[in-house]
């Protein structure tokens, strides 16, 4: 007990030697090394101030309610002091920080959740690994402090803007740059429009032709070329279609190639009627003398003049062509029908033919005196090919 | 009818044609007669046109080409044979559809190649068929296949009537 009370008489002189103070003294002894333990140095002061308060405050208390109470009270001083100090460091930055000084949990928590920024919550996980010591709050609220809060959510503003399309960027090839030339491509193409709109309006007689679907790839023609070829495609299948008014039997055909195909079996046949015609015609006028030309002037007029009325128009293509297609034998066989036809022409018009040249009989002569069937057959073999 | 007005001018200028050619050359064999009638007849229905479409001063030119014909042609369509300055632009405006055709697109969607590969071939056919479509783009091509159908119809019916009526004055002269 004496060594106890010398050592603590050293250790505090302005204690009581009374057997309570010397409790206290003892007790407070423990104290300050527990507190240098857990404490820096520099908060030496605050014991002393604490050790001078009057022990009658915590006279009949157990020791260990006693420790506790006195951890507690330094525990409070230190976080008032620090939360003083906090609230001058943090008074221009946002409001959670200062509730971060007050009370660690919540407040660290709210602001992970009103800023989605990583670095506060690993603040906040720092706190919660060491709650007891307030320095860490206090560290984080100078680093918070010195950026700032608005800087600070700027610069993540900044850096959201620079890693999207960089990520974007590397991940995508160049799609930011497609996206920026889109953009630029879509105003352009607006401009255009706008323009053709202006253009239309002026003319009033072009139809507005609609431009909505028009999308230009990257490495395609700019836009006025695609709004040309756009436009020229229109005039073509336009014009596709007339012709397919055009061609007989040719509404039935879907698809370009087959219209081109039933287009240029037209335009064949067509040329090998008007082949075969003259082929008849130089047979037929063996001297091409036509010493009937007065016949004819005076008569094709008239023929030409009735063709709309006469049913037999209609008829006599389909004879022909049928005639073309095949061998030589078949036209023979439509002769006569043909004959009979060009007389119920000419019976109107003006010279009535005789009824002998009607007779079928008479068109082996005719085949026989000018040679009709080799010809006839080299007509038949040369054929278009593509 | 529009068609009866064409189908006129057409059988007036063919028969001067003939009369023109009958009066050149009196004996002559089947295949030469055919050769100038079919040639009349073409010359005859290009200027009906009177050169305002494509079709027809390339008919013309084909027939001016060989060079004997240039009178035919000159009395036919009353108008001077054109000179071959006109083939030249077109030879040079086949030579950049060339190489423009070349020049686009490089990646063709592989389903639409087939597809495209028929018209293309069906389209050179035409092209081939319509008198001095070689130089045309298609827009024009169509156009001028439009104009040459309804001149050749307009020939084909003339030339059938005149082989009709040739029909019944033949046995007529034999006898």
Known sequence: ?386 | MQNTSLKQEFLKNWIKGLQLHSSFNKNTTIFERRKAIKLSADIAIASTRNSTTRWSRALIADASRDGSNKTLIEKISGREVPHKASLGLIRCSKRILKRSRFARRRAAPVAGLIAKKLVKSRTRALKRLVPGGEGMDEISLIKETIDYIVSLRVQVDVMGRMATAADRLIPFKTI
């Open chain 1, 1 to 386: 007990m004496v060594a106890r009370g010398t050592l603590g008489s050293t250790l505090h002189p302005f204690s009581a030697p009374s057997p309570h103070h010397f409790h206290h003294h003892l007790l407070s002894f423990s104290a300050f090394h527990l507190y240098k333990a857990f404490y820096p140095p520099s908060s030496l002061p605050h014991i002393i101030h604490f050790l001078k308060t009057p022990p009658c405050l915590i006279m009949d208390i157990s020791v260990f309610q006693r420790q506790k109470v006195i951890l507690q009270r330094l525990h409070c001083s230190k976080n008032q002091e620090d939360r003083h100090h906090a609230r001058v460091n943090l008074h221009s930055a946002f409001d959670h920080h200062q509730q971060i000084s007050s009370n660690c949990w919540r407040p660290i928590k709210t602001a992970s959740s009103a800023t989605n920024q990583p670095c506060f919550s690993a603040v906040s996980s720092s706190n919660n690994s060491c709650m007891e010591s307030v320095t860490i709050p206090k560290t984080d609220g100078q680093c918070n402090s010195d950026s700032g809060g608005t800087v600070s959510c700027s610069v993540t503003k900044r850096k959201a803007a620079e890693f999207s399309p960089e990520d974007e960027g590397k991940g995508k090839g160049l799609v930011a740059e497609e996206a920026g030339d889109e953009k630029s491509e879509i105003t352009t193409k607006n401009e255009l429009e706008f323009s053709t709109n202006t253009c239309s309006k002026e003319g009033s007689k072009v139809p507005k032709p609609d431009y909505i679907h028009v999308r230009a790839r990257r490495g395609q023609a700019t836009d006025s070329h695609s709004l040309a070829e756009r436009a020229r495609r229109e005039k073509i299948s336009k014009k596709m279609k007339c012709l397919q008014d055009l061609v007989p039997s040719c509404n039935k055909v879907t698809g370009k190639a087959g219209i081109l195909d039933e287009i240029i079996n037209y335009v064949q046949s067509l040329q090998k009627q008007v082949e075969f015609l003259s082929m008849k015609l130089a047979v037929s006028n063996p001297h091409l003398e036509f010493s009937v030309d007065d016949f004819f002037t005076k008569e094709m007029p008239a023929y030409v003049t009735k063709t709309p009325q006469t049913p037999a128009a209609t008829e006599f293509e389909p004879t022909n062509s049928a005639c073309f297609q095949y061998n030589p034998n078949r036209g023979t066989d439509v002769r006569p029908n043909e004959s009979q036809m060009t007389t119920q022409d000419a019976g109107s018009s003006s010279v009535p033919a005789p009824e002998v040249f009607l007779d079928p009989t008479s068109i082996p002569q005719f085949l026989q005196i000018s040679g009709w069937d080799s010809e006839f057959s080299n007509l038949f073999n040369t054929g278009f090919h593509y």
